[in-house]
Protein backbone atom coordinates (compact mmCIF):
# COMPACT_ATOMS: atom_id res chain seq x y z
CA UNK A 1 0.00 0.00 0.00
CA UNK A 2 1.74 3.22 -0.87
CA UNK A 3 2.46 5.44 1.76
CA UNK A 4 -0.79 8.36 1.05
CA UNK A 5 -3.36 5.40 0.63
CA UNK A 6 -5.54 5.63 3.55
CA UNK A 7 -5.78 2.13 5.39
CA UNK A 8 -9.64 0.89 5.00
CA UNK A 9 -11.09 -2.01 7.30
CA UNK A 10 -11.69 -5.20 4.87
CA UNK A 11 -15.10 -5.37 3.95
CA UNK A 12 -16.44 -7.60 5.69
CA UNK A 13 -15.71 -5.98 9.11
CA UNK A 14 -18.93 -4.00 9.30
CA UNK A 15 -20.88 -7.10 8.37
CA UNK A 16 -19.29 -9.17 10.72
CA UNK A 17 -19.88 -6.30 13.76
CA UNK A 18 -23.53 -6.95 13.03
CA UNK A 19 -23.46 -10.37 13.61
CA UNK A 20 -21.58 -9.64 16.71
CA UNK A 21 -24.02 -7.60 17.90
CA UNK A 22 -27.10 -9.46 17.00
CA UNK A 23 -25.26 -12.58 18.70
CA UNK A 24 -24.29 -10.35 21.84
CA UNK A 25 -28.05 -9.40 22.41
CA UNK A 26 -29.12 -12.54 22.01
CA UNK A 27 -27.24 -14.18 24.62
CA UNK A 28 -26.14 -16.62 22.19
CA UNK A 29 -22.34 -16.67 22.58
CA UNK A 30 -20.07 -13.23 22.39
CA UNK A 31 -22.23 -12.37 25.62
CA UNK A 32 -18.79 -10.88 27.02
CA UNK A 33 -17.77 -8.84 23.81
CA UNK A 34 -17.11 -5.00 25.20
CA UNK A 35 -19.83 -2.64 22.97
CA UNK A 36 -19.26 1.25 22.93
CA UNK A 37 -22.25 3.20 22.09
CA UNK A 38 -21.37 6.90 21.39
CA UNK A 39 -23.57 9.58 19.61
CA UNK A 40 -23.36 9.75 15.69
CA UNK A 41 -21.17 13.27 15.31
CA UNK A 42 -23.37 14.77 12.59
CA UNK A 43 -26.70 12.96 13.49
CA UNK A 44 -26.76 12.44 17.21
CA UNK A 45 -28.32 8.84 16.80
CA UNK A 46 -26.43 6.44 19.37
CA UNK A 47 -24.19 4.39 17.32
CA UNK A 48 -22.47 1.10 18.74
CA UNK A 49 -19.44 -0.80 18.18
CA UNK A 50 -17.89 -3.76 19.09
CA UNK A 51 -14.50 -3.28 20.58
CA UNK A 52 -11.91 -5.09 21.93
CA UNK A 53 -10.33 -3.73 25.33
CA UNK A 54 -6.97 -4.07 26.86
CA UNK A 55 -6.80 -4.42 30.83
CA UNK A 56 -3.15 -3.08 31.64
CA UNK A 57 -2.61 -2.69 35.20
CA UNK A 58 -5.94 -1.75 36.60
CA UNK A 59 -7.03 0.40 33.60
CA UNK A 60 -8.30 -0.29 30.13
CA UNK A 61 -7.69 1.22 26.78
CA UNK A 62 -9.07 1.25 23.38
CA UNK A 63 -7.46 1.28 20.36
CA UNK A 64 -8.25 2.88 16.58
CA UNK A 65 -7.80 0.34 14.75
CA UNK A 66 -8.09 2.43 11.39
CA UNK A 67 -7.02 5.98 10.95
CA UNK A 68 -10.37 7.88 10.92
CA UNK A 69 -12.31 5.19 12.16
CA UNK A 70 -15.82 6.30 12.70
CA UNK A 71 -16.42 5.49 16.65
CA UNK A 72 -13.15 7.52 17.04
CA UNK A 73 -14.14 10.50 15.22
CA UNK A 74 -17.77 9.96 17.53
CA UNK A 75 -15.90 10.06 20.58
CA UNK A 76 -13.91 12.69 19.99
CA UNK A 77 -17.23 15.11 18.62
CA UNK A 78 -18.78 14.18 22.17
CA UNK A 79 -15.77 14.91 24.20
CA UNK A 80 -15.07 11.55 25.22
CA UNK A 81 -18.24 10.52 26.47
CA UNK A 82 -19.70 7.44 25.47
CA UNK A 83 -21.55 4.07 27.54
CA UNK A 84 -19.26 0.38 27.69
CA UNK A 85 -21.61 -2.56 27.68
CA UNK A 86 -19.94 -5.91 28.39
CA UNK A 87 -22.62 -8.78 28.60
CA UNK A 88 -25.27 -7.47 31.14
CA UNK A 89 -23.25 -4.72 32.70
CA UNK A 90 -23.37 -1.37 30.51
CA UNK A 91 -20.86 2.08 32.48
CA UNK A 92 -21.15 5.48 31.55
CA UNK A 93 -17.66 6.01 30.58
CA UNK A 94 -15.33 9.22 29.42
CA UNK A 95 -12.84 7.99 27.02
CA UNK A 96 -9.50 10.15 27.17
CA UNK A 97 -7.24 10.08 24.36
CA UNK A 98 -3.60 9.67 25.58
CA UNK A 99 -0.60 10.12 24.13
CA UNK A 100 3.48 9.87 25.06
CA UNK A 101 4.75 6.83 27.20
CA UNK A 102 0.91 6.28 28.03
CA UNK A 103 0.19 5.42 24.40
CA UNK A 104 3.41 3.70 23.25
CA UNK A 105 2.92 1.12 26.19
CA UNK A 106 -0.22 0.52 25.11
CA UNK A 107 0.82 0.14 21.45
CA UNK A 108 3.50 -2.03 22.28
CA UNK A 109 1.40 -4.72 24.05
CA UNK A 110 -1.66 -4.53 21.36
CA UNK A 111 -0.06 -6.97 18.81
CA UNK A 112 0.58 -9.56 21.99
CA UNK A 113 -2.71 -9.59 23.92
CA UNK A 114 -5.44 -8.32 20.77
CA UNK A 115 -3.74 -10.51 18.45
CA UNK A 116 -6.98 -11.09 16.33
CA UNK A 117 -7.41 -7.12 15.99
CA UNK A 118 -3.64 -6.74 15.56
CA UNK A 119 -3.62 -9.30 12.35
CA UNK A 120 -6.71 -7.49 10.93
CA UNK A 121 -4.34 -3.68 11.09
CA UNK A 122 -1.23 -5.93 9.11
CA UNK A 123 -4.29 -7.00 6.92
CA UNK A 124 -5.15 -3.64 5.93
CA UNK A 125 -2.04 -1.96 5.95
CA UNK A 126 -2.15 0.00 9.00
CA UNK A 127 0.82 -1.88 10.33
CA UNK A 128 4.10 -3.11 8.71
CA UNK A 129 4.13 -6.05 10.85
CA UNK A 130 2.52 -7.55 13.83
CA UNK A 131 5.21 -6.59 16.42
CA UNK A 132 5.70 -4.05 18.66
CA UNK A 133 7.54 -1.93 17.40
CA UNK A 134 5.55 -1.95 13.70
CA UNK A 135 2.34 -0.91 16.34
CA UNK A 136 4.61 1.99 17.98
CA UNK A 137 5.09 3.38 14.82
CA UNK A 138 1.49 4.23 14.32
CA UNK A 139 1.39 6.68 17.29
CA UNK A 140 -0.35 9.80 16.32
CA UNK A 141 -2.47 8.13 13.62
CA UNK A 142 -4.19 5.48 15.38
CA UNK A 143 -5.69 6.90 19.11
CA UNK A 144 -5.46 5.08 22.10
CA UNK A 145 -8.08 5.75 24.55
CA UNK A 146 -7.98 5.01 28.37
CA UNK A 147 -11.63 4.71 29.68
CA UNK A 148 -12.67 5.98 33.08
CA UNK A 149 -15.91 5.43 34.47
CA UNK A 150 -18.23 8.23 35.10
CA UNK A 151 -17.62 11.96 34.70
Not at 24 to 38: A, Q, R
Not at 124 to 145: D, L, Q
Request: charged share 25%; hydrophobic share 45%.
Amino acid sequence: MPNDAKPVPPRWLKPMNKVFMALSKTGLGMKELPVLTVPGRASGKLRSTPLSVLDLDGRRYLLEGFPGADWARNVRAASGRATLRVGRTTEDVHLVEVDGDEALTVLRLWPERMADGAKIMLDAGVVTAVTPEAFEAVAGRCGVFRIEVGR
